[in-house]
C-alpha cells in the first residue's frame, strides 16, 4: 500500500548504456513537503537519475511512483503535467524573451484555450492571457524579480537568472521540483540568497524539493535527508548530518 505522504519513490531504478551501468539500483522515498539532497562526485549518476525521473531516458529496469501513480517511461511532457518540473545544471531559459514572458511559458500546460482561439485571440484566449499574466508577475514578486519583467532574460546577472529558471518551473505547479547544482556559478552571497528562496519556497508553497548540489554548505543548511551515490549506485542515505559523517562518503566524495 502507497504512504500518502510519499511524494516520490523509485523501486530498484537503473539505466545501461551499452555495458556501462550508469545508475544501478537506486531506492528513493522523500516525503511531503522534504528538501532531499542527492548528492556525489562528477559521474556518479546523479543527473542521469533527475533525466529518468523526467522522463529523458526511459529505465532498463525499476519503477518511479509519483504519489502513488506509475509514471515509469512516461514522456518529458507528460510528467511534467503529473507534476514534476526541473532546473538544469546550465540555464536554459529563453534568452530573446522577458523575464515574465519566460515564466508565462512555464504556465502554458495550464492554458485552456484551443488552438484556433490562441490564433485569432478569441475572447476567452484574451482572458487567459491576461490571468496568466498576473500569475506569472505574482511568482516574479515572490522571488523578488518583479521589477526585472520587461528586461530580457538574457540581461539579468546570472544569480537572477537561476532565481527565474526556478519561478518558470514553479509556474508549471509542480507536486515535486528537481533543483540540478542551482548554485553552480555562484558567490557566496549569491549562494546564501539561493538557500534562502528555496526554503522560502519549501515554506510558502509546501514544496517537496530534490536537490543536486557539490556545495556542501548548501546541502548541509538546508536539505533534511541525503543519498549519496557513487558510479552509479547508493553509497550511503540517511540523514544529512549523519551522511556527511560517512567515513565511506568522506573517502569517495568529500576527501580524506
Do not use: W
Amino acid at each position: 500500500m502507497q504512504n500518502n505522504d510519499i511524494v516520490l519513490r523509485t523501486e530498484h531504478l537503473s539505466i545501461q548504456f551499452g555495458g556501462l551501468r550508469a545508475v544501478d539500483d537506486v531506492n528513493l522515498e522523500i516525503r511531503r513537503g522534504e528538501l532531499y539532497g542527492l548528492i556525489g562526485p562528477n559521474g556518479a549518476g546523479k543527473t542521469t537519475v533527475f533525466n529518468l525521473l523526467t522522463g529523458v531516458y526511459k529505465p532498463t529496469a525499476g519503477r518511479i511512483l509519483l504519489c502513488g501513480e506509475d509514471i515509469t517511461g512516461k514522456a518529458p511532457a507528460e510528467i511534467n503535467r503529473k507534476g514534476i518540473a526541473r532546473t538544469f545544471q546550465n540555464i536554459r531559459l529563453f534568452h530573446n524573451l522577458t523575464v515574465i514572458e519566460n515564466v508565462m511559458v512555464g504556465l502554458s500546460n495550464q492554458i485552456p484555450c484551443s488552438i484556433a482561439e490562441s490564433i485569432f485571440r478569441l475572447p476567452r484566449h484574451m482572458r487567459s492571457e491576461r490571468e496568466y499574466y498576473e500569475r506569472a508577475l505574482a511568482l516574479l514578486e515572490v522571488f523578488q524579480l518583479a521589477e526585472y519583467k520587461d528586461y530580457l532574460a538574457a540581461n539579468l546577472p546570472y544569480g537572477k537568472q537561476r532565481k527565474l529558471e526556478i519561478a518558470r518551473a514553479m509556474a508549471t505547479n509542480p507536486t515535486l521540483l528537481l533543483l540540478d547544482e542551482p548554485a553552480a556559478g555562484m558567490n557566496p552571497s549569491e549562494t546564501q540568497e539561493l538557500m534562502d528562496d528555496i526554503t522560502f519556497v519549501r515554506e510558502k508553497f509546501g514544496m517537496t524539493i530534490l536537490l543536486i548540489e557539490h556545495d556542501m554548505r548548501l546541502v548541509s543548511g538546508i536539505c533534511e535527508n541525503l543519498t549519496v551515490l557513487n558510479f552509479g549506485t547508493e553509497l550511503a542515505k540517511g540523514a544529512t548530518a549523519e551522511v556527511l559523517s560517512n567515513p565511506a562518503v568522506v573517502t569517495a566524495y568529500l576527501g580524506e
